[in-house]
């Protein structure tokens, strides 16, 4: 996605919102991608945009340590996010926001996540 491409190398912008462009999975790959270079984004809220699971897990692998808030909300999030969840969440110490709220996450995948959420020291929501 284009728009997602542009953060690959900027250095000033730290708030990207893009709610409801329902773009999908693309914009989860292409968000992840730009992550891995850029140090500037601190607030990406990204929700209503059917990024699937798929999506949203590629978001998560790649947030580093420079992502203050992720509000993926309503993006049909599922198994595979809880498990990359799982897999960043215990040591992300810049993360302090979690939005996942109105997600297709089980019983027991949201428990997971919230025993993993405990064992973060700076995670509070």
Sequence with gaps: HASAAAFEKNDSIERLIMRQT???VSLGRQLSISLQTNRTLT???VGSNRLGDEGVSCLVRALG?????LGVSDNQAGPKSAHALLGEIPGNTKLKTL?????HLRKQEMYS???AV???TTLST
């Excluded at 340590?65 to 808030?69: A, E, F, S």
């Excluded at 939005?99 to 997600?103: E, P, Q, T």
């Design 118 to 120: 405990s064992h973060n």
């Design 99 to 103: 939005d996942l709220s109105w997600n």
């Design 113 to 115: 996540v919230a025993q």
């Design 65 to 69: 340590n420079t992502v203050l808030y």
């Design 43 to 45: 607030h990406i809220e």
């Design 22 to 24: 329902r773009v999908g």
